[in-house]
Protein backbone atom coordinates (compact mmCIF):
# COMPACT_ATOMS: atom_id res chain seq x y z
CA UNK A 1 0.00 0.00 0.00
CA UNK A 2 1.52 3.20 -1.20
CA UNK A 3 0.71 7.18 0.00
CA UNK A 4 2.22 10.64 -0.66
CA UNK A 5 3.10 12.76 2.11
CA UNK A 6 3.10 16.74 1.48
CA UNK A 7 4.61 19.16 3.84
CA UNK A 8 4.11 22.41 5.30
CA UNK A 9 8.19 23.83 5.06
CA UNK A 10 10.32 21.86 2.97
CA UNK A 11 9.58 21.59 -1.28
CA UNK A 12 9.24 17.48 -1.44
CA UNK A 13 6.38 15.24 -1.67
CA UNK A 14 7.51 11.87 0.27
CA UNK A 15 6.20 8.38 -0.93
CA UNK A 16 5.59 5.64 1.71
CA UNK A 17 5.10 2.23 1.63
CA UNK A 18 3.05 0.28 4.46
CA UNK A 19 2.73 -3.37 4.77
CA UNK A 20 0.05 -3.76 6.71
CA UNK A 21 0.98 -7.62 7.06
CA UNK A 22 4.34 -6.88 8.51
CA UNK A 23 3.03 -3.73 10.20
CA UNK A 24 5.94 -1.89 8.66
CA UNK A 25 6.20 1.73 7.10
CA UNK A 26 9.09 3.31 5.38
CA UNK A 27 9.53 6.17 3.10
CA UNK A 28 10.29 4.45 -0.56
CA UNK A 29 11.06 7.77 -2.24
CA UNK A 30 11.57 11.67 -1.80
CA UNK A 31 10.27 13.91 -5.44
CA UNK A 32 11.16 17.70 -5.27
CA UNK A 33 8.64 19.73 -5.67
CA UNK A 34 7.74 22.86 -6.59
CA UNK A 35 6.90 24.37 -2.91
CA UNK A 36 5.79 23.08 0.57
CA UNK A 37 2.10 21.66 -0.13
CA UNK A 38 -0.08 21.85 2.77
CA UNK A 39 -2.69 19.90 1.02
CA UNK A 40 -2.63 17.82 -1.80
CA UNK A 41 -5.59 15.65 -3.50
CA UNK A 42 -5.50 13.19 -6.41
CA UNK A 43 -7.42 13.13 -9.78
CA UNK A 44 -10.44 11.10 -9.94
CA UNK A 45 -8.33 8.72 -12.13
CA UNK A 46 -5.12 9.30 -9.81
CA UNK A 47 -2.85 9.96 -12.82
CA UNK A 48 -2.38 13.11 -11.64
CA UNK A 49 -1.39 14.84 -7.81
CA UNK A 50 -2.92 18.04 -7.40
CA UNK A 51 -1.63 20.34 -4.52
CA UNK A 52 -1.89 23.63 -2.82
CA UNK A 53 0.98 26.24 -2.12
CA UNK A 54 1.38 29.17 0.19
CA UNK A 55 4.03 30.97 -1.06
CA UNK A 56 3.99 31.77 -3.80
CA UNK A 57 0.12 31.37 -3.68
CA UNK A 58 -0.05 29.08 -6.20
CA UNK A 59 -2.02 25.55 -7.04
CA UNK A 60 0.32 22.59 -8.75
CA UNK A 61 -0.22 19.45 -10.96
CA UNK A 62 2.61 16.50 -10.40
CA UNK A 63 2.08 13.32 -13.00
CA UNK A 64 2.31 9.79 -10.99
CA UNK A 65 4.41 7.45 -12.37
CA UNK A 66 5.87 4.09 -11.70
CA UNK A 67 9.64 4.26 -12.90
CA UNK A 68 11.56 1.46 -13.27
CA UNK A 69 10.86 0.46 -9.41
CA UNK A 70 7.58 -0.83 -7.64
CA UNK A 71 7.17 2.43 -6.15
CA UNK A 72 5.40 5.79 -7.36
CA UNK A 73 7.35 9.07 -8.43
CA UNK A 74 6.59 12.55 -9.01
CA UNK A 75 7.24 14.76 -11.55
CA UNK A 76 6.13 18.32 -11.38
CA UNK A 77 3.55 19.09 -14.42
CA UNK A 78 2.77 23.08 -14.27
CA UNK A 79 1.54 25.55 -11.64
CA UNK A 80 -0.66 27.85 -11.81
CA UNK A 81 -1.07 31.65 -9.15
CA UNK A 82 -4.22 31.79 -7.40
CA UNK A 83 -5.14 35.23 -5.32
CA UNK A 84 -4.73 34.23 -2.43
CA UNK A 85 -2.83 31.03 -0.31
CA UNK A 86 -5.18 27.93 -0.91
CA UNK A 87 -6.38 26.00 1.79
CA UNK A 88 -7.39 22.53 -0.33
CA UNK A 89 -7.32 21.97 -3.71
CA UNK A 90 -10.41 19.20 -5.50
CA UNK A 91 -10.06 17.84 -8.79
CA UNK A 92 -12.82 16.53 -11.03
CA UNK A 93 -12.16 15.40 -14.58
CA UNK A 94 -12.45 18.45 -15.90
CA UNK A 95 -11.69 21.28 -13.12
CA UNK A 96 -9.77 21.64 -10.80
CA UNK A 97 -11.28 23.82 -7.42
CA UNK A 98 -9.59 25.75 -4.45
CA UNK A 99 -10.04 28.08 -1.98
CA UNK A 100 -8.49 30.31 0.71
CA UNK A 101 -9.40 33.26 2.80
CA UNK A 102 -11.51 35.75 0.95
CA UNK A 103 -11.14 34.04 -2.51
CA UNK A 104 -11.59 30.67 -4.85
CA UNK A 105 -10.63 29.43 -8.11
CA UNK A 106 -11.92 27.13 -11.11
CA UNK A 107 -9.44 26.02 -13.14
CA UNK A 108 -9.43 24.01 -16.50
CA UNK A 109 -7.78 20.70 -16.71
CA UNK A 110 -5.95 19.78 -19.83
CA UNK A 111 -6.85 16.18 -20.82
CA UNK A 112 -3.02 14.94 -19.79
CA UNK A 113 -3.87 16.65 -16.69
CA UNK A 114 -1.96 20.12 -16.77
CA UNK A 115 -3.65 22.84 -14.97
CA UNK A 116 -5.30 24.77 -17.91
CA UNK A 117 -6.73 28.44 -17.61
CA UNK A 118 -8.38 30.37 -15.13
CA UNK A 119 -12.04 28.91 -15.78
CA UNK A 120 -13.36 31.40 -12.87
CA UNK A 121 -12.98 33.83 -9.72
CA UNK A 122 -14.93 32.72 -6.61
CA UNK A 123 -15.36 35.31 -3.82
CA UNK A 124 -16.40 35.09 -0.24
CA UNK A 125 -17.86 38.42 1.15
CA UNK A 126 -16.26 37.90 4.40
CA UNK A 127 -13.41 40.30 5.09
CA UNK A 128 -10.31 37.97 5.48
CA UNK A 129 -6.73 39.17 5.19
CA UNK A 130 -4.78 37.36 2.07
CA UNK A 131 -1.91 34.99 2.74
CA UNK A 132 -1.83 32.46 5.75
CA UNK A 133 -4.09 34.68 7.98
CA UNK A 134 -6.99 34.30 5.59
CA UNK A 135 -6.88 30.33 6.15
CA UNK A 136 -7.07 30.49 9.52
CA UNK A 137 -10.32 33.35 9.45
CA UNK A 138 -11.65 32.61 5.93
CA UNK A 139 -12.38 30.15 3.72
CA UNK A 140 -10.67 27.02 3.89
CA UNK A 141 -11.50 23.83 2.12
CA UNK A 142 -13.14 22.82 -1.62
CA UNK A 143 -14.84 19.67 -1.81
CA UNK A 144 -17.05 17.80 -4.66
CA UNK A 145 -20.39 15.90 -3.68
CA UNK A 146 -20.03 12.30 -5.04
CA UNK A 147 -22.16 13.20 -7.78
CA UNK A 148 -19.99 16.39 -8.84
CA UNK A 149 -22.74 18.73 -9.27
CA UNK A 150 -21.94 20.70 -5.96
CA UNK A 151 -18.84 22.33 -4.37
CA UNK A 152 -18.62 22.37 -0.80
CA UNK A 153 -16.66 24.74 0.64
CA UNK A 154 -15.86 25.13 4.28
CA UNK A 155 -15.41 28.95 5.76
CA UNK A 156 -13.98 29.56 9.29
CA UNK A 157 -14.08 33.02 9.03
CA UNK A 158 -17.93 32.91 8.22
CA UNK A 159 -18.46 30.02 9.99
CA UNK A 160 -20.45 28.89 7.58
CA UNK A 161 -20.27 26.31 4.55
CA UNK A 162 -20.93 27.58 1.27
CA UNK A 163 -22.38 25.81 -1.54
CA UNK A 164 -22.33 26.09 -5.06
CA UNK A 165 -23.98 24.12 -8.21
CA UNK A 166 -20.95 23.02 -10.65
CA UNK A 167 -22.77 23.59 -14.20
CA UNK A 168 -22.90 20.24 -16.44
CA UNK A 169 -23.05 22.44 -19.79
CA UNK A 170 -19.90 25.40 -18.81
CA UNK A 171 -18.59 27.01 -21.44
CA UNK A 172 -16.21 29.85 -22.08
CA UNK A 173 -19.14 32.05 -22.11
CA UNK A 174 -20.99 30.59 -19.17
CA UNK A 175 -19.93 30.19 -15.25
CA UNK A 176 -19.28 27.29 -14.22
CA UNK A 177 -20.15 27.51 -10.55
CA UNK A 178 -23.44 29.50 -9.57
CA UNK A 179 -26.50 29.35 -6.90
CA UNK A 180 -23.43 30.03 -4.42
CA UNK A 181 -25.22 29.98 -0.89
CA UNK A 182 -24.02 30.37 2.65
CA UNK A 183 -25.70 27.95 5.19
CA UNK A 184 -24.60 29.18 8.66
CA UNK A 185 -23.10 26.48 10.96
CA UNK A 186 -25.11 25.26 13.96
CA UNK A 187 -23.88 27.34 16.87
CA UNK A 188 -21.48 30.77 17.32
CA UNK A 189 -17.96 30.60 16.88
CA UNK A 190 -18.04 26.91 15.44
CA UNK A 191 -15.79 28.08 12.71
CA UNK A 192 -16.18 25.45 9.92
CA UNK A 193 -12.98 23.72 8.75
CA UNK A 194 -14.07 20.87 6.10
CA UNK A 195 -17.08 19.73 4.66
CA UNK A 196 -16.67 15.94 3.71
CA UNK A 197 -19.69 14.09 2.02
CA UNK A 198 -20.88 11.03 2.72
CA UNK A 199 -20.98 8.11 -0.52
CA UNK A 200 -25.11 8.89 -0.65
CA UNK A 201 -24.67 12.65 -1.15
CA UNK A 202 -27.31 13.27 1.47
CA UNK A 203 -25.48 13.60 4.46
CA UNK A 204 -22.65 16.21 4.69
CA UNK A 205 -20.12 16.15 7.74
CA UNK A 206 -18.21 19.31 9.27
CA UNK A 207 -15.46 19.31 11.21
CA UNK A 208 -15.65 22.64 13.44
CA UNK A 209 -12.33 24.54 14.08
CA UNK A 210 -13.11 26.32 17.06
CA UNK A 211 -15.81 24.49 18.53
CA UNK A 212 -14.24 21.02 18.03
CA UNK A 213 -17.25 19.45 17.56
CA UNK A 214 -18.08 17.80 14.32
CA UNK A 215 -21.69 18.00 12.65
CA UNK A 216 -23.86 15.85 10.66
CA UNK A 217 -25.72 17.54 7.97
CA UNK A 218 -28.65 16.13 5.73
CA UNK A 219 -28.37 18.12 2.58
CA UNK A 220 -32.03 18.88 1.11
CA UNK A 221 -32.11 19.56 -2.49
CA UNK A 222 -34.55 21.22 -5.27
CA UNK A 223 -36.17 19.29 -7.85
CA UNK A 224 -33.56 20.89 -10.31
CA UNK A 225 -31.00 18.75 -8.15
CA UNK A 226 -29.74 22.41 -6.43
CA UNK A 227 -29.17 22.29 -2.32
CA UNK A 228 -31.56 24.24 -0.32
CA UNK A 229 -30.24 23.83 2.54
CA UNK A 230 -28.23 22.39 4.77
CA UNK A 231 -30.29 20.59 8.33
CA UNK A 232 -28.38 20.10 11.05
CA UNK A 233 -29.11 16.59 12.75
CA UNK A 234 -26.55 15.54 15.01
CA UNK A 235 -22.99 17.02 16.80
CA UNK A 236 -20.38 15.60 18.71
CA UNK A 237 -17.65 16.58 20.34
CA UNK A 238 -13.63 15.33 19.13
CA UNK A 239 -12.85 15.54 22.52
CA UNK A 240 -12.58 13.46 26.07
CA UNK A 241 -15.15 15.19 28.57
CA UNK A 242 -13.96 17.86 30.65
CA UNK A 243 -11.82 19.27 27.99
CA UNK A 244 -11.97 22.73 26.80
CA UNK A 245 -12.36 23.69 22.97
CA UNK A 246 -10.33 26.80 23.39
CA UNK A 247 -7.22 24.35 24.24
CA UNK A 248 -7.87 22.77 20.91
CA UNK A 249 -8.03 23.22 17.36
CA UNK A 250 -9.76 20.82 15.37
CA UNK A 251 -8.55 19.51 12.07
CA UNK A 252 -9.95 16.80 9.90
CA UNK A 253 -13.06 14.51 9.66
CA UNK A 254 -12.93 11.69 7.29
CA UNK A 255 -15.05 8.13 7.16
CA UNK A 256 -13.92 4.17 6.99
CA UNK A 257 -13.28 2.85 3.64
CA UNK A 258 -14.15 -0.55 3.71
CA UNK A 259 -15.37 -3.43 3.70
CA UNK A 260 -16.37 -2.76 -0.38
CA UNK A 261 -20.01 -2.48 -1.18
CA UNK A 262 -20.94 -1.09 1.98
CA UNK A 263 -21.30 2.02 3.75
CA UNK A 264 -19.12 3.68 5.79
CA UNK A 265 -19.29 1.91 9.11
CA UNK A 266 -17.17 4.50 11.25
CA UNK A 267 -16.19 8.54 11.06
CA UNK A 268 -13.09 9.43 12.41
CA UNK A 269 -12.09 13.06 13.23
CA UNK A 270 -8.87 14.57 14.52
CA UNK A 271 -8.05 17.68 17.08
CA UNK A 272 -4.46 19.66 17.63
CA UNK A 273 -3.21 20.95 20.95
CA UNK A 274 -3.39 24.83 20.79
CA UNK A 275 0.30 24.53 22.01
CA UNK A 276 3.00 21.79 22.35
CA UNK A 277 2.35 21.29 25.74
CA UNK A 278 -1.53 19.39 24.83
CA UNK A 279 -1.37 16.41 22.94
CA UNK A 280 -4.53 16.04 20.22
CA UNK A 281 -6.88 13.69 19.35
CA UNK A 282 -7.99 11.02 17.14
CA UNK A 283 -11.84 10.30 17.67
CA UNK A 284 -13.84 7.21 15.90
CA UNK A 285 -17.76 7.06 15.84
CA UNK A 286 -20.10 4.12 14.69
CA UNK A 287 -22.30 5.51 11.81
CA UNK A 288 -26.14 3.85 11.12
CA UNK A 289 -26.81 2.73 7.26
CA UNK A 290 -27.53 6.12 6.46
CA UNK A 291 -24.64 8.18 7.70
CA UNK A 292 -25.59 8.98 10.72
CA UNK A 293 -24.27 8.74 13.84
CA UNK A 294 -25.05 5.89 16.05
CA UNK A 295 -24.42 7.92 18.90
CA UNK A 296 -22.99 11.19 19.74
CA UNK A 297 -20.80 9.93 21.84
CA UNK A 298 -16.76 8.21 20.53
CA UNK A 299 -16.67 4.86 20.17
CA UNK A 300 -12.95 5.31 21.27
CA UNK A 301 -10.83 8.75 21.80
CA UNK A 302 -6.48 7.85 21.15
CA UNK A 303 -4.21 10.42 22.47
CA UNK A 304 -1.55 11.56 19.92
CA UNK A 305 2.22 11.68 20.73
CA UNK A 306 2.34 15.00 20.26
CA UNK A 307 -0.35 18.57 19.78
CA UNK A 308 0.68 17.84 16.39
CA UNK A 309 1.74 21.18 15.16
CA UNK A 310 -0.40 22.42 12.40
CA UNK A 311 -1.74 19.26 11.05
CA UNK A 312 -2.54 15.79 13.10
CA UNK A 313 -4.33 15.21 10.23
CA UNK A 314 -6.29 11.11 9.36
CA UNK A 315 -6.43 9.90 6.21
CA UNK A 316 -8.47 6.42 6.11
CA UNK A 317 -6.38 3.69 3.83
CA UNK A 318 -7.90 1.66 1.10
CA UNK A 319 -9.38 -1.46 2.67
CA UNK A 320 -7.12 -4.17 2.95
CA UNK A 321 -9.09 -7.36 1.77
CA UNK A 322 -5.91 -9.57 2.31
CA UNK A 323 -5.26 -9.42 6.08
CA UNK A 324 -7.58 -11.42 8.13
CA UNK A 325 -8.52 -8.95 10.62
CA UNK A 326 -11.52 -6.45 10.36
CA UNK A 327 -9.16 -3.56 11.24
CA UNK A 328 -9.69 0.09 9.40
CA UNK A 329 -6.09 1.95 8.79
CA UNK A 330 -5.69 5.16 9.03
CA UNK A 331 -2.79 7.73 8.10
CA UNK A 332 -2.05 10.02 10.96
CA UNK A 333 0.79 13.32 10.06
CA UNK A 334 2.26 14.74 13.11
CA UNK A 335 3.75 18.35 12.04
CA UNK A 336 5.80 18.63 15.68
CA UNK A 337 7.01 15.29 15.37
CA UNK A 338 7.91 15.61 11.55
CA UNK A 339 5.95 11.82 11.41
CA UNK A 340 3.65 9.71 9.66
CA UNK A 341 2.05 6.92 11.72
CA UNK A 342 -0.38 4.34 11.01
CA UNK A 343 -2.73 4.11 13.12
CA UNK A 344 -5.45 1.13 12.88
CA UNK A 345 -9.03 0.61 14.13
CA UNK A 346 -11.02 -2.62 15.08
CA UNK A 347 -14.44 -1.22 15.80
CA UNK A 348 -13.62 -0.56 19.30
CA UNK A 349 -9.84 0.07 19.76
CA UNK A 350 -7.65 2.70 18.35
CA UNK A 351 -4.42 2.09 18.19
CA UNK A 352 -0.92 2.60 16.89
CA UNK A 353 0.16 0.14 13.95
CA UNK A 354 3.50 1.41 13.10
CA UNK A 355 5.60 5.13 12.73
CA UNK A 356 8.24 6.81 10.48
CA UNK A 357 9.88 9.62 10.62
CA UNK A 358 10.71 12.21 7.31
CA UNK A 359 13.86 13.27 6.79
CA UNK A 360 15.61 15.81 4.01
CA UNK A 361 17.54 13.56 1.36
CA UNK A 362 21.27 13.63 2.20
CA UNK A 363 21.77 15.16 -1.43
CA UNK A 364 20.60 18.53 -0.26
CA UNK A 365 21.26 18.50 3.50
CA UNK A 366 23.05 21.76 3.31
CA UNK A 367 19.65 23.39 1.64
CA UNK A 368 17.40 23.07 4.63
CA UNK A 369 17.80 21.55 8.39
CA UNK A 370 15.11 21.03 11.20
CA UNK A 371 12.13 19.20 11.26
CA UNK A 372 10.01 18.23 8.01
CA UNK A 373 6.66 19.09 9.22
CA UNK A 374 4.19 16.59 7.66
CA UNK A 375 1.28 18.14 6.31
CA UNK A 376 -1.50 15.87 4.90
CA UNK A 377 -1.18 12.05 3.16
CA UNK A 378 -3.35 10.68 0.07
CA UNK A 379 -3.37 7.04 -0.64
CA UNK A 380 -3.01 5.48 -3.85
CA UNK A 381 -6.24 3.57 -4.42
CA UNK A 382 -4.97 0.10 -5.61
CA UNK A 383 -5.57 0.33 -9.64
CA UNK A 384 -8.07 -2.92 -9.50
CA UNK A 385 -10.70 -1.05 -7.24
CA UNK A 386 -10.39 2.20 -9.62
CA UNK A 387 -11.26 0.08 -12.39
CA UNK A 388 -14.03 -1.61 -10.78
Not at 12 to 18: N, V
Not at 68 to 85: M, R, W
Not at 324 to 336: E, I, K, P, R
Request: hydrophobic share 35%; proline share 6%; charged share 15%.
Amino acid sequence: MELFVGTFNVPYIYTLSFDPLLAHLNVTHVSHATAPHAWISFAPNQKTLYAAAWDPPSVAAYKSQLDDGPFHTLEPINTKPVANSPGYVVASDSHLYSAGGATGEAFHLDSDGALGDLAQQLEFANGSPGGVDGLRSGAHSADLSPDGRTLYVADIGSNAVWTFSVSQQASGSSALLTEQQKNKAAREEDGPRHAWPHPNGQILYVIQEHSNMVDVFQVNRRQDGTVQDLEHLQGASVLPPGKNASDYAADEVRFSTGPPGHAPRYLFASTRGSDASRNGYVSAFELDSQGRLVRTEATDLWETPTSGGGSNAVEPAPWVAETSSDVQYLALTDAAAGKVYILGFDGACIYEVSEVALEIPASDGDKFNGTVQAATAVWLTPARELIE
